[in-house]
């Protein structure tokens, strides 16, 4: 009886073993695609106070083409025929994005491609990509990854939300027209804003948001109301509208505050259930 005691014991430490050997080559090859400034922003992804779940995913990690940062990808399948492009908020991490969507995305056939587009030092607008780098960003890796034009949803959230009307300008007004929707949570529109203001100024085409296609998502209890909260997404909204886009859906939701969004799953599946709708047919 011992000596079978011993040999499961062994047995058992030898496959935690493989395991973890496993889990370990498999964050090692991931990183191995990063180099120079990418992988040091990696290193600090890492931090992240979801970082460990979006681990267990196994995502792949795509370096940008001027080597500063990232893409973090995962799919349900093999080819999804469903992609979310988010962008997230203030010093933020892509890892973290991904970890925060997952548990919306369960029996979805769908993809989901994190920008990592704040380069991880400071606050100020050099610090983070512009609306033109994300998108180059995105034109040259989403067709690799088998995106078609029309099928994919872009997602930002707080200040990702408010550099998303420029990226949905690029991608309506001269791009490949990937996205057939845009999200819009906890991040209002600043008029002064320099990607605006490229938008009203011509820069991205004319009227390039006419015609496109939002949700805009925030809470009651958001601490900037006027900026990021309901006041700030209905202005947000009209805003669009102005522009001649369309708005699909307003959610408001009152017990929430910044991110309602995914605070509250019934808001995400909300625009799932839309979304998916709507590329289906």
């Known amino acids: 009886m011992k000596l079978l005691s011993l040999i499961v014991s062994f047995l058992v430490a030898a496959e935690m073993g493989l395991a ?3 889990a370990k080559d498999t964050t090692t090859s ?16 890492q931090g992240g106070k979801w970082f460990a779940d979006a681990a267990k995913l196994k995502p792949d990690l795509l370096p940008t083409l001027d080597g500063q940062s990232f893409l973090v990808v995962w799919k349900a399948t093999e ?8 962008l997230h908020g203030s010093d933020g991490f892509a890892t973290d994005d991904l970890a925060i969507w997952h ?12 920008v990592q587009w704040w380069l991880g030092e400071g606050d100020k607008i050099t610090a983070y990509y512009t609306p033109k780098q994300i998108y180059r960003e995105l034109e040259n890796a989403l ?17 990702g939300s408010a550099n998303s009307f420029a990226v949905m300008a690029l991608d309506a007004g001269r791009g490949r027209r990937f996205f057939s929707l845009a999200v819009a949570s906890s991040g209002g529109v600043g008029l002064d804003y320099p990607p605006t203001r490229a938008i009203l100024d011509g820069t991205y085409g004319d009227h390039p948001l006419k015609g496109t296609r939002w949700v805009t998502s925030a809470g009651g209890h958001d601490p900037h109301p006027d900026r990021s909260g309901i006041p700030g997404m209905r202005r947000a909204a009209a805003w669009l509208k102005e522009q001649g886009a369309i708005v699909l859906d307003a959610i408001e939701d009152p017990d929430q505050g910044h991110g309602a969004l995914v605070l509250n799953a019934k808001n995400a599946q909300r625009v799932m259930d839309l979304f998916f709708m709507d590329t289906i047919k």
């Open 20 to 22: 973890q050997m496993q």
């Open 30 to 45: 991931n990183k191995a695609a990063l180099t120079g400034h990418a992988a040091e922003l990696y290193q600090k992804a």
């Open 79 to 86: 080819k999804p025929k469903h992609w979310i492009v988010s």
């Open 103 to 114: 548990p919306h995305l369960k029996n979805r056939d769908v993809g989901v491609i994190c």
């Open 143 to 159: 067709p690799k990854l088998g995106v078609e034009p029309g099928t994919a949803m872009l997602h930002g959230f707080s200040r």
